[in-house]
């Protein structure tokens, strides 16, 4: 009787152990196959190259590298004192077409007030075109005057966004290029994060889905839900041949590991404690919620 009590007892523990091995592969295997996370999540944000708009020597940095500002914020200023005198030349030129303007007119009315007989009509034709070509030579110092006023205002460079600047490495006295980037300004309003989930787990990701994402090396959980899915990523296995024919590889692999498709998480307000930096990692997990799947959206 003891005999069969303890191999009943050894059987349901035997039992119990195969079942619940069982039930921990089965949510193991459905957390690390099936579940909507992972741990290829990177932050990311807009980043705004800025780039001077004319070309000259830089005189005054109102910034430091790391340094937050605010849209409209001075940057920097180039050369102001030579964009100035161009400013003046350029109205003095108005000044001096104005006059001459002045002089065209009275000298047309003047002619217009006169006879056939005692000027000839090819004479009031030739003081009409230097009225016109006077009129034309004011409008073009007009214009060189407001490309003198930009230049000027934009000889002082401001924030396009607010943000934070980085990797800036620019001393007064630099040579600047228009349009060539002298620093990167990371603009702080569009940081997000950007999950890398594989394809086998797309239906199971709904857009408005909560997410919970942890940054790694940091201890505060951070909060969002899904913006958008990617509308479409690279295909590898394909190029464009020399007569503009797609060009497959035909290789296969036994062994296909799936792709990668980035999904946008929109930010929920960041908790004091977290320090968001373009390109850290992070691990994002999708939270079952109500939204449009992804098929329905597609």
């Known amino acids: 009787m003891k005999n069969a009590v303890s191999f009943v007892r050894r059987f349901a523990v035997t039992a119990l152990a195969v079942v619940a091995a069982l039930a921990v592969g089965r949510y193991l295997w459905v957390y690390y196959m099936d579940a909507p996370w992972t741990r290829d999540g990177r932050v990311r944000a807009d980043v705004v190259t800025v780039a001077p708009d004319v070309s000259g020597f830089v005189t005054e940095i109102l910034v430091r590298d790391n340094q937050k500002v605010t849209r409209g914020d001075v940057i920097m200023r180039i050369d102001r004192a030579r964009f100035g005198l161009a400013l003046q030349q350029a109205e003095a030129v108005v000044a001096g077409r104005k006059a ?3 002089q065209a007119d009275l000298d047309l009315k003047r002619y217009n007030d006169l006879t056939t007989a005692a000027v000839s009509q090819q004479k009031k034709e030739q003081v009409l075109a230097t009225q016109l070509l006077a009129k034309a030579s004011l409008d073009q110092a007009v214009a060189d005057q407001a490309v003198a006023q930009l230049n ?6 401001h924030a396009p966004v607010s943000g934070v600047i980085s990797n800036m490495d ?3 006295g630099t040579y600047v290029t228009a349009g060539k980037g002298v620093m990167a300004l990371v603009d ?3 940081l997000h994060v ?3 989930f594989e394809e086998t787990k797309l239906s199971r990701i709904h857009v408005g889905d909560p997410v ?3 940054l790694m090396g940091d201890a505060a959980k951070l909060t969002g839900h899904v913006e958008s899915v990617a509308a479409g990523i690279e295909d590898r296995d394909r190029a464009e041949g020399s007569n503009l ?4 590889t035909p290789t296969f692999s036994w062994v296909r590991l799936a792709q990668r498709v980035p999904v946008r998480i929109a930010l929920d307000p960041v908790p004091a404690g977290a320090t968001l930096v373009a390109g850290r990692t992070a691990t994002v997990e999708i939270l079952p919620g109500n939204g ?3 098929a329905k959206a597609n």
């Not at 000027?152 to 460079?157: A, G, I, K």
């Not at 024919?245 to 497959?248: E, Q, T």
């Open 212 to 214: 919970h994402i942890h």
């Open 170 to 172: 620019l001393r007064p």
């Open 188 to 190: 702080t309003a569009s």
């Open 292 to 294: 449009t799947t992804v």
């Open 245 to 248: 024919l797609a060009n497959v």
């Open 152 to 157: 000027l205002d934009r000889s002082e460079v």
């Open 100 to 102: 001459s303007l002045e």
């Open 194 to 196: 950007d999950g890398y």
